[in-house]
Every structure is written in C-alpha cells, then in structure tokens.
T-cell receptor, first 111, second 115 residues
C-alpha cells in the first residue's frame, strides 16, 4: 500500500462550486499535514498547513484532518477560475523533515 | 532576485551529453532539495543537503550527481541519462530539520527532455 493516496483527477467544476480534494495515508506516525498548490509551469507553493485533527480555515479554503480515519481533505468554497491548478497533499512525521507527497489532483474551474 | 531560482527552465539533451541544472535560493535557508516530478507520480525526493552536507540520497542512479558548494547554491550534474529520466526537476529550500512546519519553498523547475 502506498503511503499517501490521492486521486489525480482531473476534476472539472463550474465557477462558484464547492470543491473537495482528498488524500488517505497509511502511516499513523504522520503528524503534519499540508496542501500545496501548483500552477501550470510553476513550482508548488504551500497553501495550508495543519498539525492536529480538526478543521483549519483560511478564507475560502478549509483543511480538514481526521487522524482516526487517516483521511485529509481540502475544501474550496466559491471556487474561482484562478483556483485552477494541481493540488498536492503532503504529510510528514513529527521529527522527520521529509515530506511524503500525493500524486496531486488537477483541478479546472470553468467560468 | 527573490525566492528560489532554477536555470535552465528547459533542457533537451541526448543520452551521451553532460549537462547541469542550477538552483539558487535567496531565503537564507539551511537545507536544499532536489525533487523529480513525473506525470501521474508523486513528487520523488532525490537528494537533501543540510548546511552543505548531503543528508539524503534516495537511491538515485549515479548518472545524477549533486553538488552543494554553499547553503545558497545547489547543482544537479547529469550524464548518460535515459529517456525515462525526462521529467520536471524541482529544487526546494527550507529552514531545515527542526523548523516549525518544514515548509518547502520551490523553484519553478527545470523541464528536462532526454532524446
């Protein structure tokens, strides 16, 4: 079983839709959970970072972590064409700086 | 210049060529990384340098040779590559082990095509 599973999509939604992106993981030692956003022809950039189970909001973005199910989600409310990008989940253990990435989900928001 | 800068952005090389990718970070970070990004695959960590010392080599073939002369510069020397090595090579930096989030700051990548 791969350490981090993420559906690569592609996912296409109309403008204004609520988007749900998900990852599952197998290593219960993972403690830090991140979402990176990668625009076409650019490097990934950190979008959201969470440490514990629960929700974290930042504007239209909500990151959710369920450690008991080993499941993380990123919700995008009122999606915009500018949200079109690849979203990568990244997870790491407590003391280990190494990140384990999902494959990334390609999202297109159509005007 | 700010952030992490990678050159060249695009590179086409034959299997017998020797070329190098360059990365420079202007963030004052202590750690630098090389990642390989291929279609439909997760980002693959290749090498990690912390304070110029290599701390990780993720079973990368010897045709990839990293060099880190100082904490701001990182090179990836390429020789006798295979077509399956065609990918986007991303350089990243971070404050290093022990930092709060371990956030990686990526460059825009070097798109490599091996003919």
């Amino acid at each position: 079983q791969k350490e981090v599973e993420q559906d690569p999509g592609p996912l296409s939604v109309p403008e204004g839709a609520i988007v749900s992106l998900n990852c599952t993981y197998s290593n219960s030692a993972f403690q830090y959970f991140m979402w990176y956003r990668q625009y076409s022809r650019k490097g990934p950039e950190l979008l959201m970072y969470t440490y514990s189970s629960g929700n974290k909001e930042d504007g239209r973005f909500t990151a959710q972590v369920d450690k008991s199910s080993k499941y993380i989600s990123l919700f995008i409310r009122d999606s915009q064409p500018s949200d079109s990008a690849t979203y990568l989940c990244a997870i790491r253990e407590g003391s280990n700086y190494k990140l384990t990435f999902g494959k990334g989900t390609l999202l297109t928001v159509n005007p | 210049e700010t952030g992490v800068t990678q050159t060249p952005r695009h590179l086409v090389m034959g299997m017998t060529n020797k070329k190098s990718l360059k990365c420079e970070q202007h963030l004052g970070h202590n750690a630098m990384y090389w990642y390989k990004q291929s279609a439909k695959k997760p980002l693959e960590l290749m090498f990690v340098y912390n304070f110029k010392e290599q701390t990780e080599n993720n079973s990368v073939p010897s045709r990839f040779s990293p060099e880190c002369p100082n904490s701001s510069h990182l090179f990836l020397h390429l020789h006798t590559l295979q077509p399956e090595d065609s990918a986007l090579y991303l350089c990243a930096s971070s404050q290093g082990p022990g930092s709060d989030t371990g956030e990686l700051f990526f460059g825009e990548g070097s798109r490599l095509t091996v003919l």
